[in-house]
């Protein structure tokens, strides 16, 4: 009978639950002994790993659909039974697997060691992107000093991968057609549940875009008065190389010279963290006590001693941060080559807000140790972060003596922090509408780069500094291009992380609607218990529920909606639009005179 049936089901899913995370702790371990120490030899271990398992998971995939699991009353049961229902990349002949990760670890091993000349001395060409292109975009502002490696970085690491992308396009592809899907971009769409995905990508976008007008025309003013008009036009896009960061994703890097009080105390704290002789390691250890404040998980001892926290010197290894869950409830490390900066310093909490996240829901089932959706994974430690760079927080931990929070402090401090989350929104959301219309078919080789340029042009309001061919590959030089890393989950986090943050705010009574002494913009929840247990029974969900069933848990709403974002930053909106009436700024842009079509 039925019962019977569904209790043997149960049994043989939680084998192939405990099965699964042996085989995702040995993919993982070898993933990590290649990204840690590229060489040709743990490439192809790597590689052969990588096969292996997947033979195993074709194997247990022909099992687990030999089972009636439609009919069984068990919502848990049915939903790990859905997900061990989809192969992925696995189900490609091992020939085309193999070429597949060929081609993808081709392009990852091409950007991680690139390498450039100096400007000021072309003998001297060994400069990475991490940490010095990193450093010369975040403090030179010599446009032709930009120009120089804004060109050299895009021919090293973009236009070099335009093969091995166009063949992993293909390959990616026709997985997705043996997962029943038409292509990749159906493929990550699905990863979200929601039938609608795109068109709720586009509300957001039309929700954000007014401010982000404003934004753009006021930075674009600041910019035209540094670097005067022949370098900044009035009514253009803005040339993406002067904005402090290769990719023009947030523009934090020119805060000093364009921000609304430049007279207000300058807030440094890229300077104040170098003058206290911060380490890398203060840095985790200052973000581990954050969350612990709340209540949450501390890093157990294994990260301590496994993690990669700096650039090692006798090794090239991939810079990108990322975080790592080795699904053996206690294996748990983060790899990044921090600086000591304000960047790196966002970019610690946001490591360890996976970890945590990991650390949450570790007791799950092994298929159901993900985010509620990816964006829910990128949310976490930018949402700890929101409460770390309020003036509030800096003051507490030393990184700013006190100043009283005026309207104009206040503006200066919506200013910095709208040019890293409001700017990064039409960035994100290009990057994958490029790629669905790649995988669509809708770009083609031949146009991959006009298209590309096209919507940066439209949505993000950037052109490239000089003109673009087909020769050209620019997309790829942006990591996640270049890795096979999904994008859209960091729009959806830019989103998400302002409606988590309004939520733990009111919950840590650290923000109440309409009182001026509790405004959203200086909350810090810091040692807030409340708000930590709030955080952590979403977290320990994991995806075991749809992600409105997670987001309904904190925040009582179960839709993504700009609303949280728009509300935080609603005073520096209505700044903007007086300060660009009053300069006279042309608001948006007219077409790039720049050729990349
Ligand atoms: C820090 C990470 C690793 Se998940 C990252 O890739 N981020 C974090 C914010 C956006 C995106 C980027 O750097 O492009
Ligand atoms: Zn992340």
Redesign the pocket.
Known sequence: DLEALEQEGREYIMHLDKMAGLRKNRASLAEWAYTSNITKENEENRIQVQLEISQQEKQAWEETKMYRWQDFQDFSLRRMFKKYSQLGVAALPNDKYKQLMLSISGMESNYATAKICSYKNSSKCDLSLEPDLTEIFSKSQDPEELKYYWVQWHKAAGARAKQNFTEYVQLDNEAAKLNNFDDVAEWWQSEYEVPDFEKQLAKIWEDVKPLYQQLHAYVRKRLRDKYGEEVVSTKGPIPAHLLGNM?A??WNNIESFTRPYPDKKEVDITQAMQNQNYTPLKMFRMSDEFFRSLNLTAMPEKFWKNSIIEKPTDREIVC????WDFYDGEDFRIK?CTTIDYEYFQ?TH??MG?VQYFLQYKDQPVVFRDGANPGF??AVG?TIALSVSSPKHLRRVGLTSGDAEDEQTEINQLYKMGIDKIV?LP??YTLDLFRYGVFRGKTTPDDYNCHYWRLREELQGVEPPVNRTEEDFDAAA???VSAD?E?A??YV??IVQFQFHRALCQIAGEYVPEDLTKKLVDCDIYQSVAAGNALSNMLKMGSSRPWPDAMEALTGQRAMRADGLLEYFRPLHEWLQAENQRTGEHIGWESSKIQYC
């Open positions: 990719w994703q947030t990108h941060a990322s975080a990044q970019t946001h490591e996976h994974h990128e930018d990064f960035f994100a942006k990591y996640h890393v994008y989950r960091y986090s830019f």
